[in-house]
């Protein structure tokens, strides 16, 4: 890969924009460290998936703009964001490895919406026959 291939991952309300580049391995998040972002093993785990898969762990240099969401669905976005970038920079590669892990699939379930006259999404207010 000669290149820097950008890419972009969604997951609830969070977008991750990726660029991904040949390197050492070293992840930047919003200007900070992959370990000082994501303080959880198994967030840091999640966004690591897809070099453990395509076995390029230490190949690439990640530099990342997460938005909006929580930690773990920025995760999550920053999972698919590095996988479809492997799969542009690599396609013979690394794409039957990343589809067959499901990593290529956006998650498109997303919060429902509030009702009005209601609590919830879904939840009703207690029915009082009196």
């Known amino acids: 890969m000669e290149?820097?291939?950008n890419a972009l991952g969604r997951r609830k309300s969070a977008v991750a924009r990726v660029y991904v580049a040949a390197g050492t391995g070293k992840i930047t998040i919003n200007g900070r460290e992959l370990?000082?972002?994501f303080k959880e093993d198994s967030l840091r785990y999640i966004v690591n998936q897809p070099f453990?898969?395509?076995g390029t762990i230490g190949q690439f240099d990640v530099k990342a703009n997460?938005?909006?969401g929580g930690i773990k669905g920025q995760a999550e976005a920053l999972r698919l964001a590095i996988s479809r970038a492997l799969s542009d920079a690599d396609r013979e590669a690394y794409r039957s490895a990343l589809k067959t892990a499901g990593f290529l699939t956006r998650d498109a379930r997303e919060v429902e919406?509030?009702?009005p006259g209601q609590p919830g999404a879904r939840r009703r207010f207690?029915?009082?026959k009196r």
Request: proline share 0%; net charge positive.
């Open 3 to 5: 290149k820097t291939v």
């Open 52 to 54: 453990e898969v395509t």
């Open 113 to 115: 919406r509030k009702k």
């Open 35 to 37: 370990n000082d972002y």
């Open 66 to 68: 997460l938005d909006g």
């Open 126 to 128: 207690q029915f009082s």
